[in-house]
């Protein structure tokens, strides 16, 4: 245990409660604050099949685990967990209260099936009857029919029940997945009633004979499937060993929390109990909607003129270079370019693959994918690239996350059009972001344009996940991501290469080496790493050391912290900042020193030891001046955050920074930034085309006239 150090999943509680507050905030339009709402659901949701599944299996083992950041014990991470769940809960239904009543303004009502005027309830009991009912499933449980299985997450109403001679028995319906999760109701305002609470309506139609005495919604999560690479690795060094003694033992999945909508009856919690081997701490009542997915569908029934006063104002990202503007490739062979979503379009990444996918120059392009959209346009031209006899190799992550069954059907589809596909590694996940196109220029010389990125290929969340994209046509750069491919196809681990750092091989050590050159400076040592989470030992330690010699260390990290700032003796010249805003914090962004002597890395990696020793993940130094100022200059912006910046302090709490001077939230200013960009490109662009535009004689005048 270090003083200076705090608890990866209490950290990480922290950073959802500030997820939370984003929805408690009055300036973010109300739409997008029940967004929030839906977000912090959701995290939460995951947070518990993972992290509270593993914790639960960590219990179970005959050796006690103690966490070395915070020296508690599995039960003792689970019994905090757990206790600060009443608070956020309670925090959570007084939010969603309010910004229900705040859409109520611009009539937005989320009704029940009471406050139905006699059109909505024709409505909603002919859907019922015609939609609903065939496809409902009602049950009683009792000794000859136990209680069958509760799926993960999915809505069941539980009854209790009297039958015609008294005796008490209870019920059970489940509300499948194929049923929408609202209905748009007839009218002219945008009026909608939850599915359940309609299902729920009709409960006691299903059990004739019978008298309800009570019910209650509920949902289980249960512990989520084992997976490899879980966080937990970085404190057990034998953990997959211990995982499958754990799995062998395990004959479904035990539940970890059990969710009951608006009223907690003791009769039917007690059942429950009994039947899921729960104890008090593990139930929780919500007066919030226990599933909440549905309120991104609520923009389909809501009009263009509404939905621009109860959501975030639109903006376009911006799109300086593009095919239609001349080679994109030529364009990088005379300078870098960076690109910053969501501020600059991905399309001019897209255009890039699309121009090399159509030339009859390019040899090979090549490409590691972790997440893609759902219709991917990058799959698209790297199909193209095949058929125009490119060689295309794809180095695909099967095991990313609640995206393996996308990511199996694209290496699938790719493998079809004649793409070679590699498949990541069993002990390691491939989290790298790098393609490298190899073509031959005009003079028949072999040249690369190599691309790192901090976040994936994915034009979707390119649009709401802040992260940078470099390309380079820098031939040194090119030979490393030509080397690195070479080494993965080979299954080699440990290259070492001249520009790019790689995990598991050199990434940790050159970073850690580069702390230490500016520890070496004392007072006049800088460190500046922006990034997601941070939990690895090393540089936690790292920190303090440079801290510990006078060198000012300033941290932006979005999410889970296991480093106490402020703590006399250890990290008093330690900074940490937060940022939850419109866009989540996604990019990796690591800088050493400043001025002439500055080193500065954007990184597929998070300083976590999964990223550093359990993931194949790419660091590249940023050499073009214009690119490294930009990345300074962005840097600095966001520390000047004075509204939607948080300062983590000893306490491990977060707090608003002191407004002084003008108010700045760094996403929009970026993104005024952005527009003013376009603005101006486009006004450049008109005062071109005019002066090039042929000067009109009078014979061509005449012309004119004559040939209408």
Known sequence: MEEFMQNRELSWLKFNQRVLEEASDESVPPLERFKFISIFTSNLDEFFMVRVGSLFDLMKSKKEFIDKKSGMTAKEQLDAIYKTMPYYYEMRDKIYKDVIKELDKYNMHNKNMKSLNDEELSYVKSFYLSKIEPLISAQIVDAAHPLPFLENKKLYIVTEMWDAEGNIAHGLVAISDIFERYLSLPGDEF????VEKVIEHYVPTMFLGYTIKEQSLVAVTRNFDFETNTEIEEEIADYKDFMKKVIKKR????????????????????????????????ILVTKSPINMKYVYGLEDIIPSSVIKKVSYEDFTPFKKYSL??????????????????????IDTFLDLIKEAAESDKTISIKIT???????????EYLKKACDNGIEVTALMELKARFDEENNINYSEELFKAGCNIMYGFEEYKTHSKLCLITYKDDRENIKHITQIGTGNYNENTSK????FSLMTSNEEIGLDANDFFRNMSLAKLNGKYLHLLQSPSTLKARLLKEMDKEIAKGKDGY????????????????????????????????????IVPNVTGYTDNVHVSSIVGRFLEHSRVYQFGRGSDMRIYISSADLMTRNT??????????????????????????????????????SGDYIKPEVQGEALIAQDYFMHKANEKREKFYEELERAESDEAPKENFFTKIKKIFTK
């Open 527 to 562: 460190i500046r790493c922006k990034m997601n989470s941070l939990t690895d030992y090393e540089f936690l330690e790292k920190f303090a050391e440079a801290s510990q010699n006078s060198a000012t260390v300033d941290l932006i990290i979005r999410g889970i912290c296991c």
């Open 191 to 194: 009026n909608y009633i939850r």
């Open 613 to 650: 020793e359990k993931r194949v993940e790419i660091a590249c130094p940023v050499h073009d001046e214009e690119a490294r100022a930009r990345l300074v200059s962005y840097l600095d912006t966001q520390l000047k955050d004075n509204i939607k910046r948080r300062i983590l302090v000893n």
């Open 251 to 282: 004959t479904r999945q035990e539940v970890l929390r059990l969710e009951i909508s608006n009223t907690k009856s003791k009769s039917i919690t007690d059942f429950l109990k009994a039947e899921l081997g729960i104890t008090d701490e593990m």
């Open 464 to 467: 709401i996940y802040t992260d």
């Open 369 to 379: 994918i972790y997440r893609l959209a759902k219709h991917s346009k990058l799959v």
């Open 324 to 345: 239609e503007r001349g080679s994109i490739i030529k364009r990088i062979e005379e300078k870098d370019l960076l690109l910053s979503y969501p501020y600059d379009d």
